[in-house]
């Protein structure tokens, strides 16, 4: 059984940075994609970012380069997501999602093909 327990978060105002923590415990030596999605208020869940089990390589949502990145650290098995510049339409709860499965680029960024999931947290960016 994986566990994902995410952390960071809160109220920030607009151009501010954030950076969201998700540690995973469990069958750790299996290695995880991992990835971050969001859902706004009164909208679906979307992609944010995912960095593959091997290798390392990450995609971003296109409308979020340059101001999100995505980052981890296997010796902690933690997934990070540094959000600069925030703005009120970041304002989401941000889901932390894993798989033991080697997903292709294609599929980083569809939500039913990860089996893990955080809690969620919530981000708000308001002046």
């Known amino acids: 059984q994986v566990q994902l327990l995410q952390s960071g978060g809160g109220l920030v105002r607009p151009g501010d940075s954030l950076r969201l923590s998700c540690a995973a415990s469990?069958?750790?030596?299996?290695?995880?994609?991992m990835a971050w999605f969001r859902q706004p208020p009164e909208k679906d869940r979307e992609f944010v970012a995912a960095?593959?089990?091997?290798?390392?390589?990450?995609s971003i949502a296109n409308s979020l380069k340059g101001r999100f990145s995505i980052s981890r650290d296997r010796a902690k098995n933690t997934l990070y997501l540094q959000m600069d510049r925030l703005k009120s339409e970041d304002t989401a709860v941000y889901y932390c999602?894993?798989?033991?499965?080697?997903?292709?680029?294609?599929?980083?960024?569809?939500?039913?093909?990860?089996?893990?999931w955080g809690q969620g947290t919530q981000v708000t960016v308001s002046s």
């Open positions: 999602a894993a798989t033991v499965s080697s997903l292709i680029t294609s599929s980083l960024a569809q939500d039913q093909m990860y089996e893990y």
């Open positions: 469990g069958r750790a030596d299996a290695g995880y994609t």
């Open positions: 960095v593959k089990r091997y290798g390392g390589g990450t």
